[in-house]
């Protein structure tokens, strides 16, 4: 998604008894705006520790499906030594371990009090 100013890192709605928090996990500087990959969670309540786990899946399904998952930890059981099964793990773990950071970085940013009142609420 593209936005001409900084979007804020998370942004929340509510819908009856819904949160809807949206995380941009990444935002990059593009021309005149900022590049950004988001993923939005469903929760009973503010953003907290709780929902760390639901962020990382988030995160990580967004790039890969859970058939796609499997498909790569199958190779690897299958192969080890191939390179391309070797690199589409490492690849794979290494997006996870983005989505753990900004996970963290998100849970972080609400502890401090600037998520939930410093947010965009719609």
């Given at each position: 998604m593209y936005y001409e100013k900084r979007p804020p890192l998370?942004?929340?709605s509510k819908s009856g008894e819904k949160y809807h928090s949206t995380l941009n996990y990444l935002i990059?500087?593009?021309?005149?705006?900022?590049?950004?990959?988001?993923?939005?969670?469903a929760t009973d309540g503010p953003l907290s520790e709780e929902h760390y786990g639901k962020l990382v899946s988030a995160i990580v399904r967004?790039?890969?499906s859970e058939d796609d998952t499997e498909?790569?930890?199958?190779?690897y059981s299958l192969t080890p030594r191939s390179s391309v099964a070797?690199?589409?793990?490492?690849?794979?773990?290494?997006?996870?371990?983005?989505?753990k950071e900004r996970a963290k970085d998100a849970i972080e940013y609400v502890r401090e009090g600037c998520?939930?009142?410093?947010a965009e609420v719609r």
């Open positions: 998370i942004s929340v990059e500087e593009s021309g005149d705006g900022y590049e950004v990959a988001s993923v939005t969670i967004s790039r890969y498909a790569i930890i199958c190779n070797k690199d589409e793990m490492n690849e794979l773990q290494q997006w996870r371990a983005m989505a998520g939930a009142d410093q």
